[in-house]
């Protein structure tokens, strides 16, 4: 007899396969609308909630074609404040708008009493923390009435007081909450580097079981960092850790985070075709053992 | 329930701590040999002091980047200047809104209250980041334009033409100024040397954004901004009310000759340039 699933992993399975995608900037829109190498598309909502014009007739274009989902930057779930009412309101009235089956943030906070500082900081993990956010998690999913998903953010500092690794403080989130998790493999990689973990461990002490999403990227170097700031290519030790998780979860979407320092779409089109044949190869992988264990069992329990 | 609300203080004064430090120069200045969290008794390591380097510069280039994007001619005009307006409006203004863009509201006022600092050599210099702003608001402004309909009075008798309705523009914003703004922008675009005196001319401006979501800016006279006026203050006016009320008007009337075709001409030109619509 298995463990009963939670209420988060059942709309997990009734949620659509939805591929590969891509996060629709305004830089490079026409030619992501006119691409036959994306499955979805991802918008940031805070630059489409209330707004009208180009923004607008965008979303409009994008939605008449994909499958569409929200990545917020400034819902700032980890903050001590009360939740913003108004936003949630707005993000509310988008994700009906697009009737997005799932939306995301990230596990970080943004503002301070109401003063947004648009950056995407750590929290100290603490036990607190993390029952702060679960709890707030948990309201906010609940509010949009769709599955939720927290992102693992790039970070450049621990912040002093924090009690616990990072993956064990994203897992007490996560599971206390019963949301989703948006995997960023490439956050995963920067992180490893700047502060010094193995991204291999962090991953094993996630429950991957909650990945819905996933985000590939590219990074940029200063003298002391990795910065996340999805403006270069995808470089190999990224694609390894892809090719891991995706071999360990049931994702729905992959996307290509592509947000600054655009080449030519070619390029970008490019990565897609390549993170496609990992996801294709994996998931028929994992399709044919699956049928294959399965034989094994029914022949194990075939009467003799 | 006690131990809930401690919790969420304890947090709350990290957030704190680390929102004074990134956001403020001199408490980053200082914090190491505070007494907080991030005091160098609690922090011996280097990593932190780096990172918090770090986070303080992306958030401080993040910020000029969108304060350079919504008032490039504010920067061109202010040079290195221009770092240490933002720096100041920021360290004194809360960005409260969540839009990335909205964090920028404001400057043309803090400007304007602080004249005698920053807008001694450039007297106009809040009206240029006022119009800036209107710009990018126009742009974004959330209300939607009725969709194209024919209602040219050449189409029409005179009293078909009198019952149209007159529907104002809602991205429409009209703004008075008191310097020449639009010879000045264009003085800033192509470079050309400013003088040293500036001399008032006002004007009455209007920003809008058009069906094809493209920003117009225009310079209204008397007239034009009055059949503005009455169009924002009733809702369903139609064209021959609207033009009732302009002969009405004993000051525009004597003033600016509304005479009929007068009247005609101007809310066909507020028609073509969309401020209004007549459907």
């Known amino acids: ?304 | 329930m006690k131990n809930k609300v401690m919790q969420v203080d304890l947090l709350k004064e990290t957030e704190r701590q680390m929102h004074q430090i990134l956001m403020h120069q001199e408490a980053r200045d200082q914090y190491a040999d505070g007494e907080g969290v991030f005091a160098r008794a609690n922090v011996a390591d280097q990593a932190v002091h780096d990172g918090i380097e770090l986070y303080a510069r992306l958030i401080a280039n993040g910020r000029r980047s969108l304060f350079a994007s919504i008032y490039p001619l504010a920067e061109t005009l202010l040079g290195k200047k221009f770092d240490a307006l933002i720096q100041a409006f920021r360290e004194s203004n809360k960005a409260t809104h969540y839009n990335f863009n909205r964090q920028a509201q404001g400057l043309a006022q803090f400007v304007e209250a602080n004249k005698n600092i920053y807008a001694t050599r450039y007297p106009f210099l809040s009206e240029l980041i006022e119009y800036e702003w209107l710009e990018l608001q126009v742009m974004e402004h959330e209300g939607d334009l009725p969709p194209a309909s024919h209602c040219a009075k050449d189409h029409h008798s005179p009293e078909e033409y009198a019952a149209i309705s007159v529907q104002l523009n809602p991205t429409l914003i009209g703004v008075d100024f008191d310097y020449p703004i639009q010879d000045l922008i264009e003085s800033i675009q192509s470079g050309e040397k400013l003088p040293r005196r500036f001399k008032k001319s006002p004007c009455h401006m209007v920003f809008l954004r058009d069906r094809d979501d493209d920003q117009r800016v225009v310079q209204l006279g008397p007239i034009a901004r009055g059949m503005i006026a009455r169009c924002r203050a009733k809702t369903d006016l139609t064209v021959g009310e609207l033009l009732v009320q302009v002969l009405q008007d004993r000051e525009l009337s004597e003033h600016h000759g509304s005479d009929l075709e007068n009247l005609l001409s101007i809310i066909d030109d507020l028609s073509e340039m969309q401020a209004i619509f007549l459907v």
């Not at chain 1, 026409?30 to 994306?38: A, M, P, Y």
């Not at chain 1, 909502?45 to 990545?71: C, D, F, Q, S």
């Open chain 1, 1 to 304: 007899m298995g463990l009963k699933k939670s209420a988060f992993m059942h709309s997990k399975d009734q949620l659509p396969y939805l591929g590969i995608g891509l996060g629709l900037r305004r830089e490079i829109a026409s030619e992501t609308l006119r691409s036959d190498k994306i499955d979805w598309l991802e918008i940031v909502p805070e630059n489409y909630m209330r707004i009208g014009g180009h923004a607008r007739r965008r979303l409009a274009k994008a939605r008449a074609k994909h499958t569409i989902v929200t990545h917020g930057v400034n819902l700032s779930i980890g903050c001590a404040d009360p939740l913003d009412q108004n936003y949630l309101d707005d993000l509310k009235a988008l994700l009906d708008y697009i009737d997005a089956p799932w939306f995301s943030d990230h596990l970080c906070f943004t503002s301070f009493e109401s003063d947004y500082m648009h950056e995407l900081l750590p929290l100290p993990l603490t036990e607190q923390a993390a029952l702060h956010v679960a709890d707030r998690a948990k309201r906010v999913q609940e509010f949009c009435n769709r599955p939720f998903l927290l992102e693992n953010i790039s970070y450049y500092m621990d912040v002093p007081g924090s009690e616990m690794q990072e993956a064990s403080f994203f897992a007490r989130v996560v599971e206390r909450a019963d949301c989703g998790i948006l995997l960023d493999v490439n956050n995963v990689y920067v992180n490893s580097i700047n502060l010094n973990f193995d991204p291999y461990v962090y991953l094993a002490a996630l429950p991957l079981e909650r990945v819905v999403q996933i985000h590939v990227a590219g990074h940029s170097h200063t003298d002391t960092h990795l910065i996340d700031t999805h403006g270069a290519p995808i470089i190999e030790p990224v694609f390894e850790l892809l090719q891991h998780v995706l071999e360990r979860c049931d994702a729905k979407a992959v996307m290509l985070e592509r947000d600054q320092n655009f080449p030519d779409f070619v390029e970008i089109e490019n990565e897609l075709d390549i993170i496609r044949k990992m996801v294709e190869s994996t998931y028929s992988c994992k399709t044919a053992r699956n049928i294959c264990d399965s034989t094994i069992v029914n022949d194990l329990v075939a009467p003799l």
